[in-house]
């Protein structure tokens, strides 16, 4: 188990600020945020690559905030994979064991174990050099775990790799974690990469962790405006609740919209564009929300369109499938119904 206690630590002009949190072992934890949230620089910290300002780190139940990296029983894997390029594959397993003078036949038993669970056994006697970006992550994951790690810490693992080998070594990543049961902490940007692997998610933006969830928390029933947006709530509105009945209506600009959700007074209301559905022509509904509206853009995009949509004033966005969007011969100009449900209203 690993436990980050009221984390701070200053560095340069940028600051983690009481960051806390606890992962469980055999729980896949992705810390999601931005470019310059401070995701590497809180791994770095739990690696015991910074001294910090505040704060705790316990692993295992042991208190190792003043260890030195090689006592923590932590493995990291970095972006870059940092890789020795004059070490054979081999070699470069082997180093972290040979560093703790671990005796030679344990050495082999475990190099040729992890190489087999990794299956890049075949590889042992080539150098970095001459291995694709996916050997090398393959690589870089033994050599993390040579030296059975209480907590494996992810960099931007995936980042480097296009999107099929991603979505491959993203299965490996929850195969190896299944198999392993420690604590996995995974840092990156990619929302999809953190909903299909993490059991938990951290939001984290300039230095502080905004919202912890699991990932159907997170995606569908965000807390705060940020974390909803950066998670594909595009349609984000300000306005001003008022309760009726058993409903809440927000005015956003001239433009009402119902919520299940309970609120009044000024609020945030948070649509996920593929939760409003359109029409051609009047439907018999039993969604709350239906309001006329022009197209104003149209945006392809790699499995999706989107569109924006003008009603009375406010823009709504909009996703539709490509072949939904053949079918129903819409453009720029015309007139379109938008269909949603009150629970699809978010109040932030």
Known sequence: MLEVIDLWKKWKEFELQGISFEVENGEYFVLLGPSGAGKTLLLECIAGLHVLDKGEIIIDGKDVTFFPPEKRSVGMVFQEYALFPHMTV?????FGLEVRKVPLNERRRRVKELLE???????????????SGGEKQRVALARALAVNPKVLLLDEPLSALDAPLRRKLRDELKRLQKVLRIPFVHVTHDQMEAYSLAD??????????LEIGSPEKIFTSPRNAFVAEFVGFENIF????RREGDITVVDIGGVEIVASEPAEGEVIAAIRPEEIVLSLRPVETSARNVMKGRITEIVPETYIVKLRVNVDGVQFTVYVTRKSFLEMGIDIGHEISLIFKASSVRIL
């Open 238 to 241: 300000k306005g001003k609740a």
């Open 117 to 131: 669970l990794l299956k890049v056994e075949q590889l042992a006697h080539r150098y970095p050099g001459t291995l």
């Open 90 to 94: 081999w070699e470069n397993v082997e």
């Open 200 to 209: 938990k998610i951290a939001v984290i933006n300039k230095g502080v962790i």
